[in-house]
Nanobody
Framework: QVQLVESGGGLVQAGDSLILSCAPSGRTISGYAMGWFRQGPGKEREFVAAITWSGATTYYADSVKGRFTVSRDNTKNTMYLQMSGLKPEDTAVYHC?????????????????WGRGTQVTVSS
């Protein structure tokens, strides 16, 4: 079974930037769209961003458009989330996910594989 592992979270100040990474552990994912979800304290899980296998297509939640950029490097089997202009409301556990198509992630909020998450805390 494929496991996804996130890294790069931490405590930052509002307005700061941060890069999260996600990579499979144990097995390599090939041909999968990938994306990010987050869940803040007392909040429901929400979709953040997703990217196709080729990297040609991306989708973002309205709340992060213009601030976050999702990318991937398939030679490294790694997906990234570049976050800038961070706000306190971005505070959440960020989970990466993988699915056979991007719509599963971006539209349906579902996934085939899922990571434990990395904590991002943004102070004001």
């Amino acid at each position: 079974q494929v496991q996804l592992v996130e890294s790069g979270g931490g405590l930052v100040q509002a307005g700061d930037s941060l890069i999260l990474s996600c990579a499979p552990s144990g097995r390599t994912i090939s041909g999968y769209a990938m994306g990010w979800f987050r869940q803040g304290p007392g909040k429901e899980r929400e979709f953040v961003a997703a990217i196709t296998w080729s990297g040609a297509t991306t989708y973002y939640a309205d709340s992060v458009k213009g601030r976050f950029t999702v990318s991937r490097d398939n030679t490294k089997n790694t997906m990234y989330l570049q976050m800038s202009g961070l706000k306190p409301e971005d505070t959440a556990v960020y989970h990466c996910a993988a699915a056979l198509d991007i719509a599963t992630i971006s539209r349906r909020g579902r996934y085939d594989y899922w990571g434990r998450g990395t904590q991002v805390t943004v102070s004001s």
